[in-house]
């Protein structure tokens, strides 16, 4: 008979356990700090083909498993697939990042197709249903999505390294037209999510990365309410699969995040006080973060010392250790086998 030890650590902290050490992964994971991603990406001119690719997607998943023995794996794919899907133009130039053919008006907003994303993301479903014969037993399977906010962004700017000026403008001028973008979203999202899960995703998270930059009122109507909305479906379709938000830079608002989608889990930056998250933010989700990834870049005592902090003030609640932000390109992959025998307490 199944004990509760033998179920995987990751799932184990939705069951309300404090498991400790707690389980580990870090967004990111897979990507340019790591050689045998370059190597494979060196060969793949075209990035969302690269995401489309399952054999190539899949194996970059496996790269950080087999050198950490992380407890969770993030399939390899990207937020920008969901608008790829449907039908605007997406591409990723090297040393730029992200450019779209900007989407700003009703008339432009009308191309998008929200009964293409389904099928057109056939190959990410592929990609999952590969690891999850591949990874170890002990590891979960991680699917994801980007919230609405965060991808409208992109949608409107057309590129990144903005802070979403047009999409807010956008948004406080023509609250109807910018909502019905937020509604396409809402609905594409959730059934690609769902998709995920009857491909063997595990555990969901949704990326809003660019929550931070919102007054209070656009945070309630463009991030609270619209995740609300993707967990409340998703939830209805796939009840009992952990679904774990990341408003990123929220600050006080929060718990409030928290309390009104309804997510099983909260990823928090690293500019959240973690005593102060397991003070204010309700006993039923589970925290998971935040280190600051520079630590990693910068790795030794200073990342020793962020580690023990994060670790002392979780060790009451169910949490799972991750980054306040995603893995950069400059981190030595050495720091992060370091960091993880620390969180393990194989070092002293
Ligand atoms: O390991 C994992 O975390 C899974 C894969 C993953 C990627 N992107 C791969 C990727 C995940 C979860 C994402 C999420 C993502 N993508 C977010 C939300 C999280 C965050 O970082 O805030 C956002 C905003 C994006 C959009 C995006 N994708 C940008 C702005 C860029 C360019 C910047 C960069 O780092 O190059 C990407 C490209 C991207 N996505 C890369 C990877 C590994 C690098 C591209 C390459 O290898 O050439």
New binding site residues.
Partial sequence: MADSTSKKSFLRVFDGEAVSPPPIWM??????YLPEYRAI?ANIPS?LEFCYSPDAASEVTLQPLRRYNFDAA?V?????VIPDALGQEVA?KEGE??VLEPIRTLEEMSILDVDRVEEALTPVYETLKILSREIPETTSLIG?A?APW?VALYMVEGR?KTEGERARDWAYSAPQEFHKLIDILVEATSRYLIQQVKAGAEVLQL?D?WAGALSVEQFRELVIEPNRRIVEKVRAACPGTPIIGFP?NGGVLIPEFVEKTGVDGVSLDHSVPLDWAVDNISDNCVLQGNLDNRLLVVGGDAMNRGIDTILEQTKSRPFAFNLG??IVPQTPPEHVGQAMDRIRGLSS
Avoid: C, E
């Avoid at 967004?27 to 340019?32: N, T």
């Fill in positions: 967004m990111r994971q897979a990507g340019r990406r990035f993030i390899f794919a990207d937020i920008l990723f990042g992200p994801f980007g965060t990144g990326f990365s990123r932000h995603g």
